[in-house]
């Protein structure tokens, strides 16, 4: 079973040439997004393991359940379910650019790609609690995977 990561090159451009294939009229299979609220709201995700958007902390009760989360998603190699609740503040629930959003993200990617490479990753995160760089990148293929896949691509 292939975990995939975007610290592997070849997942990491798999996920790159996926958001340069959509377009301002793909449409969503389920979900309130559309294409250009998606791709910013995975760049605004993205930005968390960059310092970049901070998100509050969580309740213990929550932190547990993120923690057993991010271990089942690991160890079944599931993805993540459809219409989840998420942070509010990478919900983008107003108009955005298709292009400056596709840009944007993938700007952000490699960002994120400079910062693995450096080292420069965050040991933890408020939901999933400690992280490392096998967790990062794990989990944030599986979300941008889970996203690109409610976009058919």
Known sequence: MVRKSIHNRVFFEEIISRISGLSEDSPAIWGKMNVCQMLRHCDLVLQIALNKTEIPDVHFFLRWIGIFT??????????????????????????????????????????????????????????????TQKDWGFLEYKHLNHHLNQFSV
Do not use: C
């Open 70 to 131: 991010k271990k089942e998603m690991y160890i079944f190699n599931n993805g993540i379910p459809r219409n989840m609740p998420t942070f509010r503040k990478v919900i983008v629930n107003f108009e955005y650019n298709f292009n400056d959003a596709q840009s944007g993200l993938i700007k952000t990617l490699n960002e994120y790609w400079t910062a693995f490479e450096t080292n420069q990753l965050p040991d933890s995160h408020v939901l999933f609690g400690k992280m």
